[in-house]
């Protein structure tokens, strides 16, 4: 009898957890079988591992062979674990050291001709690997995303062979490098192609220093989707750990991680059909859905209220958490999804509400119906509503360019320096004793901020956002306290709580 064991990751959530492989050989009539909760790809495993081992020149034992996935508790997916558990059924059969295999974890998916594929899911498994001080061999594809993790140990190998040749010291394989990155503003949109719209770019500006929530309405074609889409390009570039959690769950996605553009903010625009699966994630595997495809970025839903309603109220739980869980039957996986949320909306059915030219034939109450899609409490939770109203025709054709995006964030990250000094985080995420120390007000602020809570018939909960919004105005103004004019700003961004025009 003979027993091999090694390592690899299986995929959670955004969590890699340890898998240990066991090959076992024994005697009796030749079979192989896979335990530890496989799913059905990884039981079709064991027909491309018989066709790797004998195409890439190694004999395949005719003998019992039983593998063990541990824990047998933890589901097993995908075609991840087809390295380990050939390289497993060499070091059994002896024709492969197993001292070398204690120091590395495998994964990959072999071809029949002994070549590796790559998969999903890789950079998670990198961290896990260099936290517990193995080196990762991986296929060479997925070298470059692997090697992110900036101290760890990744070897990137096209075949089966070239793994063993490695791990038998006959030819080492270097470590991976990073992929390089394409330039932080190349390609990108710049707030300078905005003409005019100064204060939704002044909201704009606000939502970026203090991670705010904003919803743009007005009528059609005056530039909301434009400002949305520029916001990225006026947050500060991210750093390594924010940057690997929004690597980490665009790894696991369907679309994969481009290594390329690991550092740069991720912008999510789903389409008003989405679903609430769509938006938030789920499947019978568990995968992470739209809000935290923009984890540490942005998510801008365009046409707000034409989203089903359920689907919106999803969003409710995420904006307060930053996380989202997703139960099943079967089991339950975590996602991050700290994202900015833009909106837009138009005014009413038709779009033109307060137009100076008339067209508005809407009833008041077709715009209450209307503005009802969208639900009180995720409209609460909303920081800064803003309109975009029509420019006039001569703003469009002569006007000059706007304030391009790099002195934008200048301003923003001076602000959100100050916030890190401050408390530690963003004013959007100020809560609790942390929101009573930093954004006081002086008495006559106080009663000031009352009367407009009277008025507008504002919750408790828009209270604090106000207060959150001039702590943030502030901090734009360089200012330690919040003075009345940053108060009053943030109570003039509280635009649908009034009553429609």
């Given at each position: 009898m003979a027993?091999?064991?090694?390592?690899s990751?299986?995929?959670?959530?955004?969590?890699?957890?340890?898998?240990?492989v066991?090959?076992?050989?024994?005697g009796?009539?030749?079979s192989l079988?896979i335990?530890g909760?496989?799913?059905?790809?990884?039981?079709e495993?064991?027909d491309r591992?018989?066709?790797?081992l004998l195409?890439?020149?190694f004999?395949?034992?005719q003998?019992?062979i039983?593998i063990?996935?541990?824990p047998?508790?933890l589901?097993?997916?995908?075609?991840r674990f087809?390295l380990?558990i050939?390289?497993?059924?060499?070091?059994?059969?002896?024709q492969?050291s197993?001292?070398?295999l204690?120091?590395?974890?495998?994964?990959?998916e072999l071809a029949?001709?002994g070549?590796l594929?790559?998969?999903?899911g890789?950079l998670p498994?990198a961290?896990?690997a260099?936290?517990a001080?193995?080196?990762?061999?991986?296929?060479r594809?997925n070298?470059?995303e692997a090697?992110?993790v900036?101290?760890?140990?990744?070897v990137g190998?096209?075949?089966l062979?070239?793994?063993?040749a490695?791990l038998s010291?006959?030819?080492?394989i270097?470590f991976s490098?990073a992929?390089e990155r394409a330039?932080p503003?190349?390609?990108?949109p710049d707030?300078r192609?905005?003409c005019?719209?100064?204060?939704?770019?002044r909201?704009?500006e606000?939502?970026?220093?203090?991670?705010?929530s904003?919803?743009?309405?007005?009528?059609p074609g005056t530039?909301?989707?434009l400002?949305?889409?520029?916001l990225?390009s006026?947050?500060p570039?991210?750093?390594?750990?924010?940057a690997?959690?929004?690597?980490?769950?665009a790894?696991?996605?369907?679309?994969?991680?481009?290594?390329?553009?690991?550092r740069?903010r991720p912008f999510?625009a789903?389409h008003h059909?989405a679903?609430a699966?769509?938006?938030?994630g789920?499947g019978?595997q568990?995968r992470?859905g739209e809000i935290s495809?923009?984890?540490r970025?942005?998510?801008?839903?365009?046409e707000?209220?034409e989203?089903?309603r359920?689907v919106?109220?999803v969003?409710?739980?995420?904006?307060?958490?930053?996380?989202?869980t997703?139960?099943?039957?079967?089991?339950?996986a975590e996602f991050p999804?700290?994202?900015?949320l833009?909106?837009?909306?138009n005014?009413?059915?038709c779009g033109y509400?307060?137009?100076?030219?008339?067209?508005?034939?809407?009833t008041?109450?077709?715009?209450?119906?209307?503005?009802g899609?969208?639900?009180g409490?995720?409209l609460?939770?909303?920081?800064?509503q803003v309109?975009v109203?029509?420019?006039?025709?001569g703003?469009?054709g002569?006007?000059?360019p706007?304030?391009p995006?790099?002195?934008?964030?200048?301003?923003v990250?001076?602000a959100?320096s100050?916030?890190?000094?401050?408390?530690?985080?963003?004013?959007?995420?100020?809560?609790?004793?942390a929101l009573?120390?930093?954004?006081?007000?002086?008495?006559?602020?106080?009663?000031l901020?009352?009367?407009?809570m009277e008025?507008?018939g504002l919750?408790?909960r828009?209270y604090?956002r106000?207060l959150?919004?001039?702590?943030t105005i502030?901090?734009?103004?360089?200012?330690?306290s919040?003075?009345t004019p940053?108060?009053t700003e943030a109570?003039?961004?509280?635009?649908?709580?009034?009553?429609?025009?």
């Amino acid at each position: 009898m003979a027993l091999a064991v090694l390592y690899s990751r299986a995929q959670s959530g955004i969590d890699a957890p340890l898998v240990t492989v066991e090959v076992h050989l024994s005697g009796g009539l030749p079979s192989l079988s896979i335990v530890g909760l496989p799913e059905t790809a990884v039981k079709e495993s064991k027909d491309r591992v018989r066709g790797a081992l004998l195409n890439a020149g190694f004999e395949f034992p005719q003998r019992r062979i039983t593998i063990n996935l541990a824990p047998a508790d933890l589901p097993k997916e995908g075609g991840r674990f087809d390295l380990p558990i050939a390289l497993g059924i060499l070091a059994a059969n002896g024709q492969l050291s197993q001292g070398a295999l204690e120091q590395h974890e495998f994964l990959g998916e072999l071809a029949l001709g002994g070549g590796l594929r790559p998969v999903r899911g890789v950079l998670p498994a990198a961290l896990a690997a260099r936290d517990a001080g193995r080196a990762l061999v991986v296929p060479r594809e997925n070298g470059g995303e692997a090697a992110l993790v900036g101290d760890a140990e990744v070897v990137g190998a096209d075949a089966l062979l070239a793994v063993c040749a490695h791990l038998s010291g006959q030819r080492p394989i270097p470590f991976s490098d990073a992929a390089e990155r394409a330039p932080p503003d190349e390609g990108e949109p710049d707030l300078r192609e905005v003409c005019g719209q100064l204060q939704a770019r002044r909201a704009l500006e606000v939502a970026a220093a203090g991670g705010h929530s904003l919803l743009m309405f007005g009528p059609p074609g005056t530039g909301k989707t434009l400002l949305a889409s520029r916001l990225p390009s006026i947050l500060p570039p991210m750093d390594e750990g924010e940057a690997l959690e929004a690597a980490a769950v665009a790894s696991i996605s369907d679309r994969g991680l481009d290594p390329a553009r690991w550092r740069r903010r991720p912008f999510r625009a789903p389409h008003h059909t989405a679903s609430a699966v769509a938006l938030v994630g789920g499947g019978s595997q568990p995968r992470p859905g739209e809000i935290s495809l923009a984890h540490r970025g942005v998510l801008f839903l365009d046409e707000l209220p034409e989203f089903d309603r359920k689907v919106l109220e999803v969003l409710r739980e995420p904006l307060e958490s930053g996380r989202i869980t997703i139960s099943r039957a079967a089991r339950q996986a975590e996602f991050p999804a700290r994202f900015q949320l833009v909106a837009a909306m138009n005014p009413c059915p038709c779009g033109y509400l307060g137009d100076p030219a008339g067209r508005c034939r809407c009833t008041p109450d077709q715009i209450v119906r209307y503005r009802g899609r969208v639900s009180g409490p995720l409209l609460d939770r909303i920081d800064l509503q803003v309109e975009v109203p029509r420019l006039p025709p001569g703003t469009l054709g002569g006007g000059a360019p706007g304030e391009p995006s790099a002195a934008v964030r200048e301003r923003v990250e001076a602000a959100r320096s100050r916030q890190a000094e401050r408390a530690g985080r963003l004013n959007a995420e100020l809560s609790g004793e942390a929101l009573s120390r930093y954004c006081r007000l002086d008495e006559r602020d106080g009663a000031l901020l009352e009367r407009a809570m009277e008025k507008l018939g504002l919750s408790a909960r828009a209270y604090h956002r106000i207060l959150k919004v001039a702590r943030t105005i502030a901090d734009l103004a360089e200012s330690e306290s919040i003075a009345t004019p940053h108060l009053t700003e943030a109570i003039a961004y509280r635009r649908l709580d009034r009553e429609p025009r």
